[in-house]
């Protein structure tokens, strides 16, 4: 019988052999055409060079790499030094980025948690509430944002009307302001995988540990956290990757002194004065970090498998 069924899934394994590579082909095709095709036309891009009065000019050339990374003064004759504007603005993507990762972490999993906890009945009605407001766009999400965090919105308001303010905080515009507005838009990306892994948790393993005089803590680190660690992870990547990239946050709620990379790249690309060269090697440039992080976690990944078996 045990020959028989290596056998049975041994021949149901290889039904679609002959013709897997032909099923998959729509799946290849799409994404080569919605992702690797862009991205290709990009990398081309970024090797060109701006044309003075706009457009480009087919010409290969490192000068938007130049421009990203060095500064030659005025007339650009000068020996490169470092161009801290577009690294500092850089910077404050990943640590915007990573803050509202783990604040979308400190909400969500707690979230996620108390979701997956309750009766079965009742858990597609809680997922439901966590997703209704993102059937709205992400525009009129973030414009409602800013209408909530403005001098006379509700939130100042509320905080003058408790007395915990004498005079309307200034928020919009603000570093705080952009990271409410990541936090706000990609919290579902946390709360969702979390929840998934917390919903296939074998809830006796926190009885066992209880039973053996495990304190609440202990069994949340010990046991609980390795065991969604793959869902945690996940939520991580799905929301630290958009809130790298986000420009629609940074524009309404942040101003010109809270610029992040996304923001950098969209003004390359309005109107025909912009840089499409400068930002293509941008886009380039965050897609290449990302790329890196990804692929650090995937051997990691890999690494902690290989040592499990």
């Known amino acids: 019988m045990a020959g028989g069924a290596a056998g049975g899934g041994s021949t149901q394994g290889d039904t679609y052999k002959e013709v897997r590579t032909w099923l998959l ?15 290709l036309l990009m990398l081309v891009y970024s090797f060109l060079t701006k044309e003075f009065r706009g457009g480009v000019i087919w010409e290969f050339s490192f000068a938007a790499y130049d421009q990203f990374f060095c500064d030659r003064g005025l007339f650009g004759d000068e020996p490169c030094s470092i161009e801290w504007t577009y690294i500092t603005i850089f910077w404050r993507s990943i640590w915007q980025a990573g803050l509202a990762t783990i604040l979308s972490l400190f909400i969500g999993f707690p979230t996620a948690y108390f979701i997956a906890t309750r009766p079965a009945h009742v858990r597609p009605l809680w ?56 936090f706000y838009s990609y919290l579902p990306f946390m709360v969702l995988p979390v929840y998934a892994a917390v919903e296939r948790y074998n809830f006796s393993l926190s009885e066992a540990a209880a039973d053996l005089y495990a304190s609440k803590w202990t069994t949340l680190r010990r046991i609980v956290l390795p065991a969604v660690k793959p869902g945690v992870i996940a939520g991580c990547i799905l929301v630290f990757v958009p809130s790298l990239g986000a420009f629609l946050a940074p524009d309404l709620l942040g101003g010109a002194k809270n610029f992040m990379i996304g923001s950098l790249i969209e003004e390359q690309f309005k109107g025909n004065a912009g840089n499409w060269p400068f930002g293509a090697a941008a886009s380039m440039i965050l897609l290449s970090v990302v790329l890196i992080i990804l692929t650090i976690y995937a051997r990691q990944q890999a690494r902690a498998g290989g040592k499990e078996r």
């Not at 082909?25 to 991205?39: D, F, N």
């Open 25 to 39: 082909l729509p799946t290849w095709a799409t994404l080569s055409i919605l992702v690797l095709v862009p991205v």
């Open 127 to 182: 997922v439901f509430l966590i997703t209704i407001p993102y059937w709205v766009n992400l525009l009129i999400r973030t414009v409602s944002m800013r209408f909530m965090l403005r001098e006379e919105g509700p939130l100042n308001n509320v905080l003058v009307w408790s007395g915990l303010t004498d005079a309307p905080l200034q928020m919009i515009n603000t570093n705080f302001a952009v990271q409410i507005g990541l």
